[in-house]
């Protein structure tokens, strides 16, 4: 299985930081890459597809990158509604998940 | 809009089964995978497994085969996941989630299935 490796597991910040999540997985993935965004009691939501690529009515401020094993999430200015917990998920071989990022109000 | 609606909460025993069911609606059921994916408390997300609408196949992950069956009811474009021989650590939330097609991933989700196993 392909385990997938998430940092920090908490980061504090502020509205209007710039913020940066790092994901890393045991094998190369390409670019089989999401990101998720979970709020308490809610199921997840794709914010992002193929490390990059953003979904429709998501914000700018949110970008991916990364390529092989290597790969980030980055919000330029944080906004109140961010503050949830990130998942990266591959999908380069079956599905799994990082163990999560929770990014909380400073 | 395309959305996924689970059944309510269950609450079982230790050795009993559990089936939870998924409504497409706002899409084509039979062209897309389902996925089946549970939330452990405190350990994160499991990918389960997925059944094709289409053909009633299925792929389930290792750690769940002989307790694990996906089927589906295409004129009511229905999903169930039955998960058998429960036990404690099987608590979790589980969900259905659609399969995002060409650009891989899970793109809509259910809102969660709470299943709860105690004596």
């Known amino acids: 299985d392909i385990q997938m490796t998430q940092s920090p597991s908490t980061l504090s910040a502020s509205v209007g930081d710039r913020v940066t999540i790092t994901c890393r997985a045991s094998q190369s993935i390409s670019t089989y890459l999401a990101w998720f965004q979970q709020k308490p009691g809610k199921a997840p939501k794709r914010l992002i597809h193929?490390?990059?690529t953003l979904e429709s009515g998501v914000p700018s401020r949110f970008s991916g990158s990364g390529s092989g094993t290597e790969f980030t999430l980055t919000i330029s200015s944080l906004q109140p509604d961010d503050f949830a917990t990130y998942y990266c998920?591959?999908?380069?071989?079956?599905?799994?998940f990082g163990q999560g990022t929770k990014l909380e109000i400073k | 809009q395309v959305q996924l609606v689970q059944s309510g909460a269950e609450v079982k025993k230790p050795g009993a089964s559990v089936k939870v069911s998924c409504k497409a609606s706002g899409y084509t059921f039979t062209g897309y995978y389902m996925h089946w994916v549970r939330q452990v408390p405190g350990q994160g997300f499991e990918w389960m497994g997925w059944?094709?609408?289409?053909?009633?196949?299925?792929i389930y992950a290792q750690k769940f085969k002989g307790r694990v069956t996906m089927t589906r009811d295409t004129p009511i474009s229905t999903a169930y996941m039955e998960l058998g021989s429960l036990r404690s650590d099987d608590t979790a939330v589980y969900y259905c989630?659609?399969?995002?097609?060409?650009?891989?991933?899970?793109?809509?989700w259910g809102q969660g299935t709470v299943v709860t196993v105690s004596s």
């Open positions: 059944i094709m609408p289409n053909s009633g196949d299925t």
């Open positions: 998920q591959q999908y380069n071989s079956y599905w799994t």
């Open positions: 989630a659609k399969d995002a097609g060409y650009t891989g991933s899970f793109d809509i």
């Open positions: 193929r490390a990059s």
